[in-house]
């Protein structure tokens, strides 16, 4: 057993208690950002002048040490530490002796572990964008390709009217979009350091919050010392822009998984995204996208641990916190997966046009086109909309679309009808008719290309700009 305290105890800590309270388990995953936090401390602790220059490059010649040997695996990260800070600083005198000692002067675990994981939630918010970003893009080609792929759009389940494949695809990229932004939003909150909070009051050394603040590319110090110790917001910020990212893609999912049905049609999703069954030598399964629909559940499942973690905790910090690791490491692992295979299953599905177009053509779409048509011939809407109710009755019992029935059928229903309703009601004239902002005509829609690639371009700057 390696810990950092003892000092005050006259027994050695029941072995299962030992067991239950350590993290090194999981929180060997800050190493890096537990040396980048320690590297920023003690270079200012040397610019104050609490530890000397030569202390200080003796000290972080050994944390770039533990990094360098624990990376190319001469150091191995064992379970007899209590945590990756004992680790770290264990290792730290080990290798550099009594000096090491004066690491931790002035820093508290607790502003210590805070400081991790906000450095750790920040690349993986990175890192999540940069997948966010790629699904992005491939909508984007997608859209450029489909613009007249034209399938039905749904309400309710039910056909309701015609609409492109671009149209739809393009919903998700104003879904992913919101994604992309709300992960900044997150960021801009978070980005303050917490690093010189101490346990929860600060410290009576002459700290220079600022400079730590700025060295770790924060925006500046957290401006109240137990709020910086006990504050988990952002994490539950994170957690809940993770969700939103989960139920996207469940939602996305299930559509793949309809469309890829034998009852649908609409596409087929590639071999290499598709397993088998052991039993029916028949089947392809959509297994990826169901499983990227299932995992949503844990993804909800940890922000909601932590807010009831977080209910009820007394200022400040408070062992229940370390309780914010494990599901957050899952959440973020199982949404970076996720974002990965769902980009690379939707790149290889193959679409159906034919099928698409034949399924739009059936089951009325244009019904309200036709009754706009006859609103154009200056029938009141809601008796135009009474009148195609009838036809569509009348369609159903013959077995015909409203563009198969002959213009004598048609005039029965309304004297109105003239023989450009055809070309009114064709399923091109539909889409293409619809023309306000955000509606899947083709000029609308690429009017919605354009601001999407500007879209694309900025992120893309922002990214170089990092
Ligand atoms: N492993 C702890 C956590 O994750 C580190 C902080 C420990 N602080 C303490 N006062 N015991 O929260």
């Keep these: 057993m390696a810990q950092l305290w003892g000092g005050r105890f006259t027994k050695q800590t029941d072995d299962l208690v030992y067991q239950f309270n350590a993290s090194i388990s999981f929180d060997k995953r800050f190493l890096k950002q537990d040396i980048t936090g320690s590297i920023a401390h003690v270079t200012m602790l040397s610019d104050v ?32 530490y209590e ?56 909508l984007d080609d997608m859209m450029h390709d489909h613009l007249q792929t034209y399938m039905p759009g749904f309400t309710h389940l039910q056909k309701a009217q015609p609409i492109t494949l671009a149209h739809h695809l393009g919903a998700y990229f104003e879904m992913f979009k919101r994604d992309y932004t709300r992960l900044d939003d997150v960021y801009e909150r978070m980005n303050y350091c917490p690093l010189g909070a101490g346990a929860l009051a600060g410290t009576t050394y002459p700290l220079d919050r600022d400079e730590t603040a700025r060295l770790l590319d924060f925006y500046g110090p957290t401006l109240n010392s137990i709020d ?39 596409i087929e999703i590639d071999d290499t995204y598709s397993t088998g069954s052991s039993i029916m030598p028949q089947k392809k399964n959509p297994d990826i996208a169901e499983l990227t629909r299932g995992k949503c559940g844990r993804v909800y499942a940890a922000l909601h641990a932590l807010l009831v973690t977080m209910k009820g905790l007394p200022l400040a910090y408070n062992k229940d916190m370390q309780e914010d690791k494990e599901l957050s490491f899952d959440a973020i692992d199982t949404v970076t997966d996720c974002l990965q295979l769902f980009n690379g299953m939707l790149k290889t599905i193959t679409f159906h046009k034919d099928v698409m177009a034949a399924s ?91 601001i999407n690639k500007a879209f694309l371009d900025m992120i893309e700057e922002e990214k170089e700009d990092e």
């Design 228 to 266: 910086s110790v006990s504050d988990r917001d952002y994490l539950i910020e994170f957690l809940s822009a993770l969700s939103m990212i989960m139920m996207h893609l469940s939602r996305f999912c299930e559509e793949i998984i309809l469309w890829n049905s034998n009852e649908y049609a609409f």
């Design 49 to 80: 002048g609490i530890i000397t220059e030569d202390e200080k490059n003796k000290i972080i010649d050994g944390l770039n040490g533990i990094l360098e040997d624990t990376l190319n695996g001469k150091l191995v990260i064992t379970e007899t």
């Design 83 to 138: 945590d990756i800070h004992s680790f770290v600083e264990a290792n730290l005198i080990e290798r550099i002796g009594d000096v090491g000692k004066k690491l931790h002067t002035g820093r508290s675990r607790n502003d210590q572990v805070a400081l991790d994981m906000k450095l750790y939630v920040r690349d993986a918010l990175s890192e999540v964008q940069d997948r966010l970003k790629a699904l992005l893009h491939t």
């Design 360 to 450: 739009a053509m059936n089951g009325f779409t244009n019904a309200t086109d036709a009754a706009d048509y006859l609103v154009g011939r200056g029938i009141p809407f809601r008796d135009a909309h009474a009148l195609i109710g009838r036809l569509v009755l009348y369609c159903i019992e013959v077995h015909k679309n409203i563009e198969q029935l002959t213009l004598d059928e048609l005039q029965k229903i309304s004297p109105a009808f003239a023989d450009d309703i055809y070309e009114a009601v064709s399923l091109k004239t539909c889409v293409e008719k619809r023309l306000t902002v955000g509606a899947p005509g083709e000029e609308a829609m690429r009017e919605v290309l354009k």
